[in-house]
């Protein structure tokens, strides 16, 4: 199956060079004809299993507009507008006078077609080249666009702000050196690195970025392509209310994937997933971002360094199951004991190390703290329901089934260890025709059971209550989902844990002989075991389920061909995929984030975890780059500062983590056979602080930024004036010799 799924070599047919020089101009006002623009583009790729019509060209965007068809939707086309003009200016706000051909009565199809028409001409006053064609099975009509007019591309860029480099020889220019991340003494060390996407070569130096004015414009990189997107998208949005055309009018508006810079990430192993274990590389989040964008390689980059830093407690953790059978619970438990302390220093310098590395590659990417935030208003944001009695309403509906899931996972849990307590206290009696002691193992299940089944019907049910939540923008409706999810879910996946060790060996007792925690101790490690390679091998079917459906959606529509000779092209493809909505991105953190949890919590219970999430974070990475590349839209670019709330939780969760990690080692394990309770519990708050202070205290000497970047930094400020006043000055004599 997913030897259909994976992308093939490119056909030696027409070069879409060649096709973009010869055609592009005479062809780009009448490609209304399907079989116009299927003769010119003849290359052909094979996608999700189909051989479809390479046509990606240098488009940037594609809007999908339904049509007529026939038999179909005639009642919705026929159906007559009261005051078109009204809704015309709702959809142009800049525009002083509607048409004087939208009259009332104008039926829907006549409506539509003459704003499609409209958006074109906003489109191609801003520089962009524009071509139009019917879908396959002749139901939509899709109108893609990119820039093509450099002049108009610069007066873009100028007012849309677009971040651009400086070239490293501006820096010559006044007798400076560009910097980079390595310096020894006074000399800036360079050192060259692999090629972008597009071949050009790249080095570690790290100039600063600017906003784009035709004054530096001698002195600035070209407009990265990613950054094009961006700002054509943001352009179009001042003349044209996108939220309100895509709500009434669309079908879709998204960015066009460009097929050879997905084969060359294929081609370096990012998405390859026949190369499963193939080790995470430092600078391979920097042609992600070149690609999809800050937004995309941030997660990527989170990814990577959790995965790199794993290597060392995978390779600890490896000698546990050897040697746990051969010594004694008090050695296994200074083991542990050791371990746990170790977990606890772990998730500190990873952490801090994370933040270091997070806002190098910020500032590489452009991403520094001079750019302002863009906050794109979601299409179904209503403002005159903002504090309304309904919205009200909603909200304390959707907090109240949250405070329901929480209790739910609570008396569940108690349920089944009582359940399992009278089980082991009665060995020679029937449970459904089993002994109790083996419905006692069996029983085990039902903790994973619980938190799979719940998992299953919240999620989808949280996303659904917060998308229709009445939040302005998307940034909005993702900290509200972030919150909400992850509140159910921490307490879903690790409550049950947490109650074996903090509250079973004092209410119900543990299992085994004499009623001793090493019972707690074993079943709790044989759980979560069982649930981690379970909900490894949950998210991973989950990945290909999502894979499989993809093509056959795709062989689907292939089948709904209205012509023998009919072609699919590579954007009525991309029209199929799935959204990188908020939801697929909650879902994808939240994967990571509770993985990091397990191990900062239970690491010392269960070491054998860090190995398992090692292993199977490669392939897993691989399953989401390739799903990123051809199972779903191109993700629209946006401005990001980082993990932002991700950063918070994940140092909430290291904190609760030396708290449990503690607790166990001076408890549980009782390593330091310490008979009096309330020395226990000095010991427990002494130790625990200390270590929380030290976290905190490393956390103080790290700092937000690494050495590297803050020279960078200083480098860059004071550079900067100094070539934009020089910039300024040569100006100034050109214009005013």
Request: hydrophobic fraction near 45%.
């Amino acid at each position: 199956m997913l030897l259909a799924l994976l992308p093939t070599e490119r056909s030696d047919a027409l070069r879409l060079e060649a096709f973009t020089e010869a055609n592009i101009g005479p062809f780009a006002m009448a490609w209304s004809n399907r079989e116009l623009i299927m003769q010119v583009e003849q290359e052909t790729i094979r996608v999700l299993g189909a051989d479809v019509v390479k046509n990606d060209g240098p488009w940037h965007y594609a809007l999908v507009f339904p049509i007529r068809v026939q038999g179909e939707n005639d009642e919705t086309f026929d159906q007559k507008l009261d005051d078109p003009a009204s809704k015309w200016k709702e959809l142009f706000p800049t525009e002083e006078n509607s048409p004087s051909d939208l009259k009332p009565g104008m039926t829907w199809e006549d409506f539509t077609a003459r704003v499609r028409q409209n958006v074109k001409q906003y489109i191609r006053e801003m520089g962009c080249e524009v071509t139009e064609f019917k879908s396959v099975d002749e139901d939509e009509i899709f109108v893609l666009f990119g820039m093509s007019d450099k002049e108009k591309a610069l007066d873009l860029a100028e007012k849309e702000e677009a971040r651009v480099r400086l070239k490293p020889s501006a820096y010559d220019a006044v007798d400076c050196k560009c910097p980079t991340d390595e310096k020894a003494g006074r000399e800036w060390r360079i050192r060259e690195l692999e090629r972008s996407l597009r071949g050009v070569n790249i080095d570690n130096r790290c100039p600063a970025f600017v906003r784009y004015t035709a004054t530096v414009h001698d002195v600035v990189e070209d407009v990265e392509d990613i950054e094009m997107i961006r700002i054509v998208r943001h352009g179009l949005q001042r003349e044209v209310r996108l939220q309100v055309l895509e709500a009434e009018v669309t079908r879709l508006f998204f960015p066009i994937h460009q097929w050879d810079d997905l084969q060359e990430l294929y081609a370096r192993g990012w998405s390859n997933p026949y190369k499963p274990f193939y080790f995470p590389k430092a600078n391979m989040p920097d042609n992600v971002s070149e690609y999809f964008g800050a937004h995309v390689a941030a997660f990527f980059h989170l990814y990577n360094a959790f995965t790199r830093w794993l290597v060392v407690p995978a390779l600890v953790s490896i000698i546990f199951p050897f040697v746990r059978p051969h010594i004694s619970h008090e050695k296994a438990h200074w083991f542990d004991s050791s371990f746990g302390g170790m977990m606890c220093l772990w998730s500190t310098f990873f952490l801090a190390s994370l933040k270091h590395q997070m806002n190098a590659k910020l500032l590489k990417w452009g991403m520094g703290d001079t750019v302002s935030r863009v906050k794109n208003v979601r299409k179904n944001f209503k403002d005159e329901l903002r504090g309304s009695c309904s919205e009200n309403l909603r909200n304390l509906l959707h907090w109240t089934l949250v405070i329901l899931f929480l209790s739910e996972t609570v008396f569940f849990s108690r349920y089944i260890a009582l359940w399992r307590r009278d089980l082991f206290d009665n060995p020679d009696g029937m449970t459904f025709g089993m002994q109790n002691t083996d419905a006692g193992k069996y029983f085990k299940y039902l903790v994973t059971a619980n938190i799979k089944i719940v998992d299953a019907v919240w999620t989808p049910l949280c996303i659904y209550l917060t998308k229709h939540e009445n939040h302005r923008t998307e940034m909005d409706l993702k900290s509200a989902m972030i919150l909400k999810l992850f509140a159910v879910k921490s307490v879903l996946f690790y409550y049950p844990f947490i109650r074996s060790i903090f509250i079973q060996p004092h209410v119900e007792g543990c299992p085994g002989p004499g009623n001793h925690i090493s019972g707690c101790l074993d079943a709790l490690r044989a759980d979560l075991q069982l649930f981690f390679i379970t909900q490894v091998i949950s998210v991973g079917a989950g990945l290909m389920v999502q894979l499989a459906m993809m093509y056959w959606t795709v062989r689907k529509e292939l089948q709904r061909k209205k012509s023998d000779d009919g072609k699919l092209s590579y954007v009525e493809v991309q029209a199929m995929l799935a959204d990188y909505d908020e939801e697929a991105e909650v879902s994808d953190y939240l994967q990571v984030v509770l993985n990091f949890g397990f191990l900062s919590m239970f690491g010392c219970v269960a070491p054998s975890m860090c190995v398992l999430c090692f292993l199977s974070n490669l392939p897993m990475k691989r399953l989401l780059a390739f799903r990123f590349s051809f199972s779903q839209k191109r993700v629209v670019p946006i401005i990001t500062h980082g993990l932002g709330s991700w950063e918070l939780i994940l140092n909430f969760i290291a904190y609760i983590g030396v708290t449990l990690t503690c607790y166990i080692v001076i408890f549980a394990y009782n390593s330091l056979d310490l008979e009096d309770f309330r020395t226990q519990l000095l010991l427990f708050i002494a130790i625990e602080r200390a270590v929380a202070v030290l976290k905190l205290m490393l956390t103080l000497v790290f700092g937000e930024k690494s050495l590297a970047q803050e020279r960078i930094e200083e480098q860059n400020e004071e550079v900067l004036e100094l070539i934009v006043a020089s910039e300024i000055k040569k100006h100034h004599q050109r214009t005013h010799p």
